[in-house]
Each structure stands twice: as C-alpha cells, then as structure tokens.
C-alpha cells in the first residue's frame, strides 16, 4: 500500500480545509484508516480513523465536531474536512493505513504511512 496525502496549505483561523490521501492497490477497501498529524516539537498524534466500511468513525476530542473524516473506496481516497481550523491545528497530516478491521488511536498498530502535508493555521 502507497499513500499520497495532499491538500495542505495556509489558511486564517476559522477557515476550512479539505486533505485527501491517494492509496494504490486493490486492497484499500478491506482496511481501516486513519489521520494524525505532528506539531513542530510535538510528538506525533491521533487525530482521526475510520473502519473499512465507512461506517463508523473515531475522533479525537480536540478535533471532534470541527473535523469530518470519510473515505470513498471506489476511489481508493481517505478524506479528512477541517473546519473552524485554530492556529494550534497547525501541523504536518500524515494518512495511514492499518491493517485491520478495527480502528486504533495508536499509531504504533499503522502499518503504512503517506509523507504528509503542512497545514498552517494563522491567527
């Protein structure tokens, strides 16, 4: 699995942005995903899973009810809608694929990455 995350970029607090991860290979479909991201400094964190379905979805409570995170399988594409950003949203986004039904906050059980994208929130 190769993961390519893009949709990056500055945007002022309150603003809106919508990051996508491109998977190759057929198998994107049976596996969970999810989204964290990396603060200079920072270690890096959860911020968001989904199962293989789509049909369930995990958050964490620093981003819950700003962010949305969804997948469109046919396409091989993990989103992630980030709204009302806040300059402390400000990060590199990293996709991941884990290999499971099941999602996990920890990003020790990921098994793939994609190279993130910067988002700069300023105030």
């Known amino acids: 699995v190769q993961l390519q995350a893009s949709g990056g970029g500055l945007v002022q607090a309150g603003g809106s942005l919508r990051l996508s991860c491109a998977a190759s290979?057929?198998?994107?479909?049976?596996?969970?995903e999810g989204w964290f991201r990396q603060a200079p400094g920072k270690e890096r964190e959860f911020v968001a899973a989904?199962?293989?379905?789509?049909?369930?979805?995990y958050y964490a409570d620093s981003v819950k009810g700003r962010f949305t995170i969804s997948r469109d399988n046919a396409k091989n594409t993990l989103y992630l809608q980030m709204n009302s950003l806040k300059p402390e949203d400000t990060a590199v986004y990293y996709c991941?694929?884990?290999?499971?039904?099941?999602?996990?906050?920890?990003?020790?059980?990921?098994?793939?990455w994609g190279q993130g994208t910067q988002v700069t929130v300023s105030s």
């Open positions: 989904i199962v293989w379905s789509g049909s369930s979805t």
């Open positions: 991941a694929t884990r290999t499971g039904w099941t999602v996990s906050p920890s990003r020790d059980e990921y098994d793939y």
């Open positions: 290979g057929p198998t994107f479909s049976r596996y969970a």
